[in-house]
């Protein structure tokens, strides 16, 4: 019994150690997500201008601007419009 209890205790910790490293991987994702958000909305100007090298006067859309509509890939000249995919019946 002594002999797999070391082997059980140690695989339980690489779970758990397994689960913490997912968790925080998670959380310093959204953390950064969160963080490139903020300096965005704030301070969008300086950032412009600091990804292009010289200021950039942004222009600033409202939301009634916005398509509520997915974007599509349009067809090229004289081809017929995409076919959504349907799942064929399992037989």
Avoid at 21 to 48: R, V
Avoid at 75 to 89: I, L
Wanted: charged share 20%.
């Amino acid at each position: 019994m002594q002999d797999t209890y070391p082997t059980e205790m140690r695989n339980l910790l690489q779970a758990y150690s397994h689960i913490l490293k997912t968790i925080y991987n998670f959380f310093k994702a959204a953390m950064y997500d969160n963080i490139c958000k903020f300096i965005a909305e704030n301070f969008k100007d300086d950032l412009a201008t600091w990804l292009l090298g010289s200021p950039v006067k942004l222009t600033e859309l409202s939301p009634t601007e916005l398509s509520s509509e997915p974007i599509r890939k349009a067809a090229p000249c004289g081809a017929s419009p995409p076919v959504e995919a349907t799942a064929a019946p399992i037989h």
